[in-house]
């Protein structure tokens, strides 16, 4: 089909770049500008730790600057980072899983293109959840692939087997893709939930995406992974957020057998490689258990915080945050528009934090994500503003 010409005459960008922003990170630039005026601000939009890079893994890429080869790797990593992602599946879930099904990506966001390439067509439709990662749904689109959206509440938070299969038979799925715990939620399936789900989709022959990239922040139940769970299902995480990596773009795929030779020639040929520095880093990133687990410590104790004071600052139908370090919240009788509450909360109390839009463009309006990954002072600081400013 021809594209249309643009005002100023030349060829227009693609229908399919015709995508929403990431709300979060225009919320982000928005308080940087802020901040460069010299106001204070307390960042609760994006899902970044403010905790350093473990120590261990710096020293890892202290040894590897020194040492100073980089160059292309394998394009689906390095064997010892390979074998050491594998390990901790047995260590961590007691799950056998053959190094050679596990891909290292360029964070999970290579992820997604190289998993959504490697398993469906143009056209086919993927089952994701509103709210959801917005990603997701941008991403989909920007693939040609169609995401169905499955409007979830504060009272029936996660997807279950039933909605699944009912909305296959009207929409004719060929996958769906959930994060557990998610984001914005931070709710969790139960190890029976993801169990029942993955058979779900293995019984109706569509393929099951799990994104576990908030696995090891867990404060209520236990985080069960999709690796073992089926031979064709695709587990996807990262070391951006337990691992306190974001910047280093690093993460990983434990694949179906059949698809490691498709996403290794897609990921030849769109990345050749995921950083080399930053995977001979991440090798040292399960050895800073202790350190890391100090620092999941400290959100543990903001989300206390939260969810008893957000609510009596007037925040309603708060989703259950089994982990993760958000919470998704309605505005209750504060306001009708978060899009406005976010930024005049910005401009007049100076936190920021991400209207519910983003993650949830139908319903989302009238709610709003909260991250705590910030340290905690920070975040007892953003209840402090938040509270003089709605007086
Ligand atoms: C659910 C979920 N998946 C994936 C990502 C992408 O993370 P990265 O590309 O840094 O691994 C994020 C980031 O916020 C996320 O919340």
Partial sequence: MKRLQTAVGGPAASRRSAIRPFVAMDVLAAANRREATGARVVHMEVGQPSAPTPRAVIEAARDALAAGRFGYTEALGIPALRERVARHYHEAYGVRVDPRRVAITTGSSAAFNLALLAAFDAGDRVLVTAPGYPAYRNILGALDLAPVEVELSASAPVLTPERLREIHAAHDLSGVLIASPANPTGTMLTPTGLAALVA???????????????????????????????????????????????????????????????????????????????????????????????????????????????????????????????VYASLGGLGDDAEVFAARMLAEAGVAATPGIDFDPVAGSGSIRFSFAGSPADMAEAVQRMEAWLK
């Fill in 200 to 326: 779900a989709a293995e019984e109706l022959g569509i393929r099951y995406i799990s994104d576990e990239i908030y696995h090891r922040l867990v404060y209520d139940g236990v985080a069960a992974t999709a690796a073992g769970m089926s031979p064709h299902a695709i587990v996807v995480n990262s070391f951006s957020k337990y691992y306190c990596m974001t910047g280093w773009r690093i993460g990983w795929m434990v694949l179906p057998e059949d698809l490691v030779r498709p996403v290794e020639r897609i990921a030849q040929n769109l990345y050749i490689c995921p950083p080399d520095i930053s995977q001979q880093a991440a090798i040292a990133a399960f050895d800073a258990t202790e350190e890391l687990d100090a620092v999941r410590d400290g959100y543990a104790a903001s989300r206390a915080l939260l969810l008893r004071r957000l609510p009596e600052l007037g925040f309603t139908d708060l989703y259950p945050v089994d982990g993760a370090f958000y």
